[in-house]
């Protein structure tokens, strides 16, 4: 069994920056594909970013420019690192293990006008 925690949303004003983790635990020896995604209230939840176990990533376009996925295999950690957020990334920012489809809890990010 694999359990996903996500860390690091918050309260941040348009313009900053978070960082969120995504941690493999587990039955899980190596990544392979990671997802993040994010859901606003009211709405589908959206694929953000994927990156693969050997660091090939790829984003959705409204990402592009201004987040960047990385990973961490030492650590079975994935990160999403977010620059020039605006009101609307406003969302619940899930991790998703594609080879075991298992979930994260969701980490909440809002960002002030």
């Known amino acids: 069994q694999v359990q996903l925690v996500e860390s690091g949303g918050g309260l941040v004003q348009a313009g900053g920056s978070l960082r969120l983790s995504c941690a493999a635990t587990g039955r899980i020896s190596r990544v392979n594909i990671v997802r993040w995604y994010r859901q606003a209230p009211g709405k589908q939840r959206d694929v953000v970013a994927a990156?693969?176990?050997?660091?090939?990533?790829d984003y959705a376009d409204f990402a592009k420019g201004r987040f960047t996925i990385s990973i961490d295999n030492a650590k079975n950690t994935v990160y999403l690192q977010m620059s020039s957020l605006q009101p609307g990334d406003t969302a619940a920012y899930y991790c998703n293990l594609l080879q075991t489809n298992d979930w994260g809890q969701g980490t909440q990010v809002t960002v002030s006008s």
């Open positions: 990156i693969t176990g050997s660091g090939s990533a």
